[in-house]
T-cell receptor, first 115, second 111 residues
Framework: DAGVIQSPRHEVTEMGQEVTLRCKPI?????LFWYRQTMMRGLELLIY????????DSGMPEDRFSAKMPNASFSTLKIQPSEPRDSAVYFC?????????????FGPGTRLTVT | DAKTTQPNSMESNEEEPVHLPCNHS???????IHWYRQLPSQGPEYVIH???SNVNNRMASLAIAEDRKSSTLILHRATLRDAAVYYC????????????FGTGTRLTVIP
């Protein structure tokens, strides 16, 4: 299995531009998670989906952030408009099922720089 | 979620065993103990998890105290590739499904 795939790996954009991050979970996994990692705040959950349905988006910073999962093999995280404080590494993870006994598998991350 | 306490950093010599401690004194009966690690410039990687009994897998062993208020991740022979930040995480069986990453333990392996 190829593991969780994220694209792009690096993104540099100017403040005010729209940014779209993409994720392909491991085939057969029913839960998908978006995390953000910064030096100041560490790793924090933004949103997670179960069976393509958003379950908890309480970690989404504000309305500029939105996430979708149109099917079981694809998810996007969109930032519009982007701001310099959005600069971070964004990770996507998937797990076979939701629940505390299931491990999560992380992608390589997208490093976003907003200038 | 209940919180965990880990040392900020530890060192180990290559090819020696490493014991990474974690305290979780407020753990509840439904909390699973998970360990993840993050190598430099990579995403977090699952290591092992358990509920009450000790667990072994190809990467490591997890020793859970009888009262479950602490646990230890054991790497049997540290290699340079094991240098990473190790996170001990409690996952609530009745709550959200996310992982709460604290500050972890930065393991340095000395050749």
């Amino acid at each position: 299995d190829a593991g969780v795939i994220q694209s792009p790996r690096h993104e540099v954009t100017e403040m005010g531009q729209e940014v779209t991050l993409r994720c392909k979970p491991i085939s057969g996994h029913n839960s998908l998670f978006w995390y953000r990692q910064t030096m100041m705040r560490g790793l924090e959950l933004l949103i997670y989906f179960n069976n393509n349905v958003p379950i908890d988006d309480s970690g989404m910073p504000e309305d500029r952030f939105s996430a979708k999962m149109p099917n079981a093999s694809f998810s996007t995280l969109k930032i519009q408009p982007s701001e310099p404080r959005d600069s971070a590494v964004y990770f996507c993870a998937s797990s076979l099922k939701a629940g505390p006994s299931y491990e999560q598998y992380f992608g390589p991350g997208t490093r976003l720089t907003v200038t | 979620d209940a919180k965990t306490t880990q040392p900020n950093s530890m060192e180990s010599n290559e090819e020696e065993p490493v014991h990474l401690p974690c305290n979780h004194s407020t753990i509840s009966g439904t909390d699973y103990i998970h360990w993840y690690r993050q190598l430099p410039s990579q995403g977090p990687e699952y290591v092992i998890h358990g509920l009450t009994s000790n667990v072994n897998n190809r990467m490591a062993s997890l020793a859970i105290a009888e009262d479950r208020k602490s646990s230890t991740l054991i790497l049997h022979r540290a290699t340079l590739r094991d240098a990473a930040v190790y996170y001990c995480i409690l996952r609530d069986g009745t709550g959200a499904n996310n992982l709460f990453f604290g500050t972890g333990t930065r393991l340095t392996v000395i050749p």
